[in-house]
């Protein structure tokens, strides 16, 4: 930290991110007003928080369409971010559940996720969210025990649903 950071946070202030073009820091402004959120982990914060860089010949400079979880680390493209954030719980449900079902299941940070779930979520909501999982499982439950590869994950899978899932 310089001289001059220190100063910012004796204020309590955010000290300047250092190493940031012209262009990074007003993309820094508009990023900082909006939120995003994460599929895989439901990790909430401004947009700027899960900001990547790209190495180019004369320094460092923002990813304009790749972010990364800063929690879970999973890359996210910057569009999706913003729209799960504004998504409702039945939209955000159908998507959530279509990607672990066609194969995402590994992506999934379960603990955050559900625990946020919880946080964030009323019953109703949440109530939204498993009936989803409900009828996408009867639609898909044949595809996924069919594969072995699957079968410790599922098994999981169910373990962790008769906890958390509908009552
Ligand atoms: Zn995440």
Known sequence: MSRRQHVFAAEGLEPEPRELTEKDREIMTSWIAIQGQCLWCLYTDSL????????????????LNMCQCPECNSKIRRNTLIKIHNMTMKEFAAKFWDRVFTGEYEKVAWDPFTSRLKRY???NQRQIFWDEWRSHKELSLGGWESEDDDDEAYEDYMAYTEEEGPQ
């Open 121 to 123: 979520f009323d019953y």
């Open 48 to 63: 700027w928080t899960f900001a990547t860089f790209i190495q180019k010949k004369k320094g460092r400079t923002v990813s």
